[in-house]
């Protein structure tokens, strides 16, 4: 009996330390990737990216409410206004999480993914600049304010970039940082209520309801007035597709299963530990590298050296960001 409880309480004192945190968003990052192969991968086996996010959105609102029911998750955490508030921009991420990724699947479709990723995901360091400017979790040190200038310096050699063959123009590039906007804002609204006590408490399973919420609204909103005739036929071909579901199931299945687990009680700890500021730089920079490994072994891209340097200069940046005191 002595034993099972020494047990427990390590598990527990490792599940409430900067260990599990960092752990925990750097496995998330890492699962972000999917998104990413799925959103540029989708248009080009005939499936519409719009309609994997309805039933991605749909698949994970029923589960988070079953759990949500059974658990009785909303009665500990949204007890007060702030907490409704924090509930509605959550929905509003999700939301603006939907036309970001419509608007990174058709750059995908003829600029270098990896690039394009690697944009997107730089604008994830957003939360990082208003932990210092607007919470005041961390303090702002010479070292992190090189982190900035390098990140900075990313983008710009991003821009820099090539294609990987003749399509697109440089189209791809306004759409990646349309997207990069998009996530700067999103993310801010996805992380701010790990800060207050009024809205932390908020459960994981309603944070990802509320966050799937929004994007099945935002699928609902988006296909109802795209609805055509054609488009409707393409809805019930993409139905008999099985490549549909299984894009669905991959998606949601890591998503569900990382929010609950991972990502939430792992910002949550972070925050507790006064890192809160490393949330995002830890899950953009694990998320930047395994996706850019992924885009030379096995979408064949070419890795040129401008990318190359964009990519070391961007980790760099994240590094200085996370250790800077």
């Not at 900067?18 to 972000?32: D, E, K, T």
């Not at 519409?48 to 059974?70: C, E, M, N, P, Y």
């Not at 750059?107 to 208003?130: E, L």
């Not at 990502?263 to 949330?279: F, I, K, N, S, T």
């Amino acid at each position: 009996m002595g034993l099972e409880i020494s047990v427990l309480a390590s598990t527990a004192s490792f599940f409430n330390s900067l260990a599990f945190g960092i752990i925990a968003l750097v496995l998330v990052g890492g699962s972000w990737c999917l998104v990413g192969l799925v959103m540029g991968d989708a248009p080009k086996r005939g499936v519409d990216t719009s309609i994997i996010q309805f039933f991605g959105g749909f698949v994970s609102v029923i589960i988070s409410l079953l759990i949500a029911w059974k658990t009785n998750s909303w009665e500990t955490g949204i007890t007060n206004r702030l907490a409704i508030f924090a509930c509605g921009t959550l929905v509003l991420s999700g939301f603006m999480n939907f036309h970001m990724l419509q608007f990174m699947s058709k750059a995908m479709q003829t600029g270098p993914n990896g690039v394009i990723w690697s944009i997107i995901q730089s604008g994830c360091v957003s939360p990082f600049v208003c932990s210092i400017l607007l919470f005041k979790v961390v303090e702002f040190t010479w070292l992190r304010g090189m982190g900035i200038l390098c990140l900075l310096c990313a983008l710009i050699l991003f821009v820099f970039t090539k294609n990987n063959d003749s399509k697109g123009g440089y189209l791809w590039k306004v759409q990646a940082f349309i997207c990069f906007g998009i996530v700067a804002i999103q993310q801010n609204l996805n992380v701010w209520p790990s800060y207050y006590e009024e809205t932390k408490n908020i459960s994981s399973v309603v944070r990802a309801l509320c966050v799937s919420g929004g994007t099945l609204l935002g699928s609902i909103i988006h296909n109802t007035f795209n609805m055509t005739p054609e488009f409707k036929q393409k809805i019930f071909a993409n139905l008999k597709n099985l490549m549909l579901w299984k894009y669905v199931f991959a998606l949601q299945f890591f998503s569900l299963i990382f929010a609950y687990t991972l990502l939430y009680p792992g910002m949550d700890v972070m925050a507790e530990q006064g890192r809160g500021g490393m949330c995002y730089p830890l899950m953009v920079g694990s998320c930047i590298v395994f996706f850019t490994i992924i885009s030379v072994l096995l979408l064949k891209e070419r890795m040129r050296k401008i990318q190359l340097a964009a990519i070391l200069v961007c980790v760099a940046g994240l590094v200085l960001i996370c250790t800077g005191a």
